[in-house]
């Protein structure tokens, strides 16, 4: 695998389910991000990690919680979410935060029911 | 309030006609310009990073400009593999060095 990673491509789920998002880079960056892309808006940053060390949390709500457990990999849990929730959710990563190359993953297409 | 509004929102061209979709902004010090190219299906896909008024970046087909307002992405005799969404951001001054800030996009279709 090259590049960056996300899995799983597409998750539906419940109001009441709990699930988790996973993002993996295979190009030694130590930055990476988490983007929600909705229709007709612009991408929106969530989170961003630097050396697994949360340096941005943009104002998200708590249902949805970002966990980097190193480097390379990078999830986002996921629980009691609303249907506006219902998005794309891309996963970045960069050289590092002051690195405005940031290479994206393909994202997983969410559906909240 | 910081602003980035490209357009038009949606382009359709014949194989062969340039054009030019534009990114505009109201920041209060920018740092930096990019453009990124989005495919149905995946993630945007980085283009150019333009620093200062008067700055221009090429790549194959596209050619990416700047003004203290504005940036356009030309696009020349362009072909049916170009077409995409095309996402500008913007880097502020005063803010992280992280945050980007993306415009809606403008969906670009190339007819053979």
């Known amino acids: 695998e090259t590049g960056v990673t996300q899995t799983p491509r597409h998750l539906v789920m419940g109001m009441t389910n709990k699930k988790s998002l996973k993002c993996e880079q295979h190009?030694?960056?130590?930055?990476m991000y988490w983007y929600k892309q909705s229709a007709k808006k612009p991408l929106e940053l969530m989170f961003v990690y630097s050396l697994e060390e949360r340096v941005e949390n943009n104002s998200v709500p708590s249902r949805f919680s970002p966990e980097c457990p190193n480097s390379s990999h990078l999830f986002l849990h996921l629980h009691t979410l609303q249907p506006e929730d219902s998005a794309l959710y891309l996963c970045a990563s960069s050289q590092d935060v002051a690195d405005n190359e940031q290479f994206f993953g393909p994202g997983t297409r969410l559906t909240v029911l | 309030e910081d602003q980035v509004t490209q357009s038009p929102e949606a382009l359709r061209l014949q194989e062969g006609e340039s054009s030019s979709l534009n990114c505009s902004y109201t920041?209060?010090?920018?740092?930096?310009l990019f453009w990124y190219r989005q495919d149905p299906g995946k993630g945007p896909e980085f283009l150019f990073t333009?620093?200062?008024a008067g700055e221009e970046k090429e790549k194959e087909r596209l050619k990416a400009t700047l003004t203290k307002k504005e940036s356009f992405l030309h696009i020349t005799a362009p072909k049916p593999e170009d077409s995409a969404t095309y996402l500008c951001a913007v880097l502020i001054s005063g803010g992280s060095n992280y945050k980007l800030t993306f415009g809606k996009g403008t969906l670009l279709t190339v007819n053979p």
């Open positions: 190009l030694g960056h130590n930055a």
């Open positions: 333009l620093y200062s």
């Open positions: 920041v209060s010090g920018l740092r930096g």
